[in-house]
């Protein structure tokens, strides 16, 4: 071949392949853009449907379609620490009034969804330490709304405050959390044997005492599980602006035949007959209220002592506060016999929570 053939040849070649290269980092950095723009709109989907976007990317995405970002939670957490300092307000409360104002069965999916895409980032990593802080802040936020699940929206005044309108039994505890109180302990005598009791409220299990619930009332769409349902009906009298003295709260019965206060959403379900309604459960994971809120908030603790060396930050005394004054049950009382012992004693817990500590935090904060 001609050497000036082959001399052009070489050229035309060497620049092809730069020009490939270029338009390849080109194109990578114009979709990384894409996602971050993406990310910063709220475009939420497109962030999960890019082919460039790491974990990082994916799990705030999901941490966004649950309604937050990890940003806002931080600073409320430092809020709250800095406002219940000099307040007659309770950190529980500000979360439930402040925070966590709405909840439901996909936003505690999507919370899930990021603390897995977190997960993926490997251990020795640069990003390692941001995703498992971002983990412990997701699962910390996971923890005090799967609360929130189970204590309905009028939990909450339209200024922010909490609706004390209906406090039938005048212990100062909205009713419709106090009903929530009142379940949890109500599912721990039941699993002892006991006769529920609740201050100033009479307790009322379903018929038959395992229930099965449909979403819909010709009850042709079964939600899985077996549950029982329990009417709390308020002793004392209506007060202006209370309707009701009555709600219904459900329990869940696990593989073991333990009952716990089941995760609820706001929608309706039906049990045979059909005009009997109970809150409908959420399914999966986050079934069990009282399990799914102590594995949430050992979890958290654990990947933030992964993520921060140093001790007493804003944020690790945050989550340090939610395990320590909803959790009180020392592991080594119940886990002598292995079917008992929680998941958060297996993996290292010397306190777990227990349906007692959920109630008494529940009653002891939100007043």
């Known amino acids: 071949m001609n050497k000036s053939l082959v001399g052009l040849a070489v050229i035309l070649s060497v620049s092809l392949i730069t020009i490939v290269s270029c338009s390849d980092k080109n194109s990578t950095e114009a979709c990384l853009h894409e996602a971050s723009m993406n990310l910063d709109s709220g475009n939420y989907d497109a962030v999960l449907a890019s082919t460039c976007a790491?974990?990082?990317?994916k799990g705030a995405a999901y941490f966004g379609k649950a309604g937050?970002?990890?940003?806002?939670?931080?600073?409320?957490?430092?809020?709250?620490?800095?406002?219940?300092?000099?307040?007659?307000?309770?950190?529980?409360?500000?979360?439930?009034?402040?925070?966590?104002?709405?909840?439901?069965?996909?936003?505690?999916?999507?919370?899930?969804?990021?603390r897995d895409a977190y997960a993926t980032v490997a251990l020795g990593t640069d990003n390692y330490k941001p995703a498992q802080f971002n983990i412990s802040i997701v699962l910390a936020l996971k923890t005090l709304s799967l609360i929130r699940t189970v204590i309905p929206g009028d939990l909450v005044n339209p200024d922010g405050t909490?609706?004390?309108?209906?406090?039938?039994?005048?212990?100062?505890?909205?009713?419709?959390?106090?009903?929530?109180?009142?379940?949890?302990?109500?599912?721990?005598?039941?699993?002892?044997?006991?006769?529920?009791?609740?201050?100033?409220?009479?307790?009322?299990?379903?018929?038959?005492?395992?229930?099965?619930?449909?979403?819909?009332?010709?009850?042709?769409?079964?939600?899985?599980?077996?549950?029982?349902?329990?009417t709390i009906r308020f002793?004392?009298?209506?007060?202006?602006?209370?309707?009701?003295?009555?709600?219904?709260?459900?329990?869940?019965?696990?593989?073991t035949g333990q009952y716990f206060a089941a995760t609820t959403t706001s929608d309706l379900c039906y049990q045979q007959p059909s005009s009997i309604q109970w809150p409908c459960p959420v399914t999966g994971v986050n079934q069990d209220l009282v399990t799914s809120i102590d594995n949430s908030i050992n979890s958290a603790i654990s990947s933030l002592n992964s993520a921060i060396t140093a001790t007493n930050?804003?944020?690790?005394?945050?989550?340090?506060?939610?395990?320590?004054?909803?959790?009180?049950?020392?592991?080594a009382a119940v886990c002598g016999v292995p079917a008992t012992c929680p998941l958060s004693c297996q993996a290292g817990a010397t306190i777990y929570c227990s349906s007692e500590d959920l109630s008494n935090y529940i009653t002891t904060n939100l007043n």
């Open 313 to 331: 930050t804003d944020v690790q005394n945050a989550i340090n506060d939610i395990k320590s004054q909803a959790c009180s049950s020392p592991c």
């Open 68 to 114: 937050y970002s990890v940003t806002s939670v931080v600073n409320s957490f430092v809020d709250a620490g800095a406002t219940g300092s000099g307040s007659t307000q309770s950190d529980l409360n500000i979360y439930m009034t402040a925070l966590v104002k709405s909840v439901s069965g996909a936003s505690l999916d999507n919370l899930d969804k990021a």
């Open 162 to 230: 909490l609706n004390k309108t209906c406090d039938v039994n005048i212990n100062g505890v909205p009713d419709s959390a106090d009903a929530t109180a009142c379940a949890l302990l109500a599912a721990s005598a039941i699993n002892t044997g006991a006769t529920p009791t609740c201050s100033g409220a009479l307790v009322t299990r379903s018929t038959p005492t395992d229930i099965s619930i449909y979403t819909d009332a010709a009850l042709t769409t079964q939600v899985s599980g077996t549950y029982s349902g329990l």
């Open 54 to 57: 790491g974990a990082m990317d």
């Open 235 to 255: 002793t004392g009298s209506l007060t202006t602006g209370c309707t009701t003295t009555t709600y219904n709260r459900l329990l869940y019965k696990n593989a």
